[in-house]
T-cell receptor, first 116, second 112 residues
Framework: NAGVMQNPRHLVRRRGQEARLRCSPV?????VYWYRQLPEEGLKFMVY????????ESGMPKERFSAEFPKEGPSILRIQQVVRGDSAAYFC??????????????FGEGSWLTVV | KQEVTQIPAALSVPEGENLVLNCSFT??????LQWFRQDPGKGLTSLLL?????REQTSGRLNASLDKSSGRSTLYIAASQPGDSATYLC???????????FGEGTQLTVNP
């Protein structure tokens, strides 16, 4: 998957705990996207970030979820006070600085969150 | 609001068969369309990317077509193999750099 690294790959949290998912994009990519895949459903867009900026967070639940992509370090998707309905696969993707014609988008292998 | 639909939801074929997966989208004002493959427990691998100005793209045994005006794309897989078994996802991008909107996928099983 062209170098998008996500960790942890699998995470188990009890209801009410916090989950932090990390994503390191392909080297040189400054655009990061987070998607969620609920069981038996398709991928749904959550948030689009560039370095230090949130560009589009229209797919992110208003409460308990936040995302950041700092100047240094990976992008973080944070879920506070997790509930069972947060159990899903969370995918990170990255694209080059300029998403030119023909540039594809690269996905990580996902972080599987299970809330018990 | 863009909606992407994939038909069929699941498909099981014998090895060697040629097959077609279908994707439709409601808003024809797209920037590009991509087909991805997803294996169980894995991420997505991009198979083919078709720009809005293009009609088709080919890679090996795969051929994807795009009819933007009718809001349709097809993925043609020739001489299918068991290793092709996976979920195939179609996604559209409406502007450069914007989000992808995905269909729910077609789960393909190729039987030896």
């Amino acid at each position: 998957n062209a170098g998008v690294m996500q960790n942890p790959r699998h995470l188990v949290r009890r209801r009410g705990q916090e989950a932090r998912l990390r994503c390191s994009p392909v080297k040189g990519h400054s655009h990061v996207y987070w998607y969620r895949q609920l069981p038996e459903e398709g991928l749904k867009f959550m948030v689009y970030l560039q370095k230090e900026n949130i560009i589009d967070e229209s797919g992110m639940p208003k409460e308990r979820f936040s995302a950041e992509f700092p100047k240094e370090g990976p992008s973080i998707l944070r879920i506070q006070q997790v509930v069972r309905g947060d159990s899903a696969a969370y995918f990170c993707a990255s694209s080059p600085t300029t998403f030119r014609s023909g540039n594809t988008i690269y996905f990580g292998e996902g972080s599987w969150l299970t809330v018990v | 609001k863009q909606e992407v639909t994939q038909i069929p939801a699941a498909l099981s074929v014998p090895e060697g068969e040629n097959l077609v997966l279908n994707c439709s989208f409601t808003d024809s004002a797209i920037y590009n369309l991509q087909w991805f493959r997803q294996d169980p427990g894995k991420g997505l691998t991009s198979l083919l990317l078709i720009q809005s100005s293009q009609r088709e793209q080919t890679s090996g045994r795969l051929n994807a077509s795009l009819d933007k005006s009718s809001g349709r794309s097809t993925l043609y897989i020739a001489a299918s193999q068991p290793g092709d078994s996976a979920t195939y996802l179609c996604a559209v991008q409406e502007t450069s750099g914007s989000r992808l909107t995905f269909g729910e996928g077609t789960q393909l099983t190729v039987n030896p």
